[in-house]
């Protein structure tokens, strides 16, 4: 048993055509973003802790961290149609919150790219390393952070199956969406030249997005729990032999070599992150702004048939769907790389009265629609799903972003 799982359409700005970033970086960017951009550089530092060397710290843990000296200003790129523009910072997203006082878990070591994600959507936030992403979810679950921040799909690999499965045993929203661009630099210790690697080590999404490159290297390759906990290995055991998958920043932040930029197999790689909260959402989205809601909806199966009946609820009310994944845990179907492989999909029931309970089910959808969870004819399609599912949860309305960040 494993489960299928076919995506029938990704974010719709993943999907559009690639352009020359070098073409496009020679636009001036709109008056608006420069002044956004003056209002984060002023915030870098402010928030994070200073060592005795004037390198900011995360969590007192005396590492460096995206905040402070070692955060150079973040790049964002603006999606209008098929034009990529070259700008300048996020805002800090929806309801212009920068996210001070805010404690946003993620996954992996000071220099992941969760946590560049994190201070792309909240740059005022203070990021608290997590080893795995179930921790990062069970701190903001706990209420012992604000936020945690989870990589759901991307361009390359469609959606992230086990972390969309750890979601779903929470009872947590969805507040705010971020795709980050994905540069991928092969790190070593200073001195190590390439020729001398026989091993990398990298977070599997790395190593998988980089898997012709790896393999024309002719490397041995050994998953770790993310990019910049590879590049802290490497340093911390002064491995010679080895070299790490992750940004130049984490390179910057430990102090290594790179030995080679934009490792990835497609040059088009983004990477589409949620960030996430205890509910009640604390995000009020204006409102004239562009929204979108996300949802599970759980079935008895026949997926093609439910699959148009879906697309039926939300076309005959014209509203435009970014995301349908089916998942089945049909027997002998192919794996679609979900935690729980061959096992019903959990999810936590949060809407009967009482405790909430985790429900199994074999066959679900995960949608995504324009518009919010409050707009009538979201609200409409919702009900008239609900007549022929077993179950639908909404799992947030944010404000839809079509940004792509770029942090190289
Ligand atoms: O390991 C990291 O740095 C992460 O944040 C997880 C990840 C890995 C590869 C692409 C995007 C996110």
């Not at 608006?32 to 007192?60: C, E, L, T, Y």
């Not at 008895?300 to 439910?306: A, D, Q, T």
């Amino acid at each position: 048993m494993a489960y299928t799982s076919s995506s029938l359409h990704l974010h719709k700005h993943l999907l559009l055509p690639k352009t020359n970033p070098s073409s496009s970086y020679s636009r001036p960017p709109p008056p608006s973003f420069v002044a956004a951009a003056a209002k984060i550089n002023g915030v870098n530092g402010h928030s994070s802790k200073k060592s005795p060397n004037g390198k900011a710290q995360i969590n007192g843990d005396g590492k460096k961290g995206v905040n402070g000296s070692g955060r150079k200003k973040a790049a964002a790129q603006h999606i209008n149609g098929n034009d990529r523009i070259h700008l300048s910072v996020s805002t800090g997203g929806a309801g212009g919150q920068d996210g001070f006082g805010l404690r946003v878990a993620f996954q992996g070591a000071p220099g992941a790219y969760s946590e560049f994600a994190a201070k792309t959507a909240l740059p005022g936030c203070d990021t608290v390393p997590c080893r795995a992403f179930a921790d990062a979810l069970a701190a903001v679950d706990g209420g012992a952070v604000d936020r945690a921040i989870l990589p759901v799909e991307s361009t390359m690999e469609g959606t992230a199956l086990r972390n969309y499965d750890l979601l779903l045993r929470h009872d947590l929203v969805v507040v705010q969406e971020i795709n980050l661009f994905v540069h991928y630099c092969l790190l070593a210790m200073p001195g190590v030249r390439a020729a001398e690697v026989r091993r990398v080590i990298s977070h599997p999404m790395a190593l998988a997005h980089c898997g012709r490159a790896l393999a024309r290297l002719g490397v041995d390759r050994e998953p770790v729990e993310d990019t910049a906990g590879a590049v802290e290995m490497l340093r911390s055991n002064r491995m010679l032999d080895t070299a790490a998958i992750a940004s130049p920043r984490a390179a910057d932040l430990y102090g290594l070599d790179v030995l080679a930029h934009g490792l990835q197999d497609e040059s088009w790689n983004v990477t589409r992150f949620l960030l996430l909260s205890k509910p009640p959402s604390p995000v009020t989205l204006p409102m004239d702004a562009d929204a979108k809601t996300s949802m599970v909806v759980a079935h008895r199966g026949g997926s093609m048939m439910v699959v148009l009946k879906v697309l039926s609820a939300f076309s005959s009310r014209n509203i435009n769907l970014t995301k349908l994944e089916v998942i089945n845990n049909n027997e002998g179907g192919g794996g679609g790389g979900g935690a729980a492989a061959g096992h019903p999909v959990m999810i936590l029931d949060t809407s009967a009265r009482g405790a909430p309970t985790l429900r199994a089910f074999p066959h679900v959808l995960y949608v995504d629609c324009e518009g919010a969870s409050h707009d009538p004819r979201v609200l409409d399609a919702i009900k008239e799903i609900e007549r022929f599912a077993v179950f639908v949860r909404v799992l947030g309305c944010y404000a839809a972003d079509s940004n792509v960040y770029d942090l190289q």
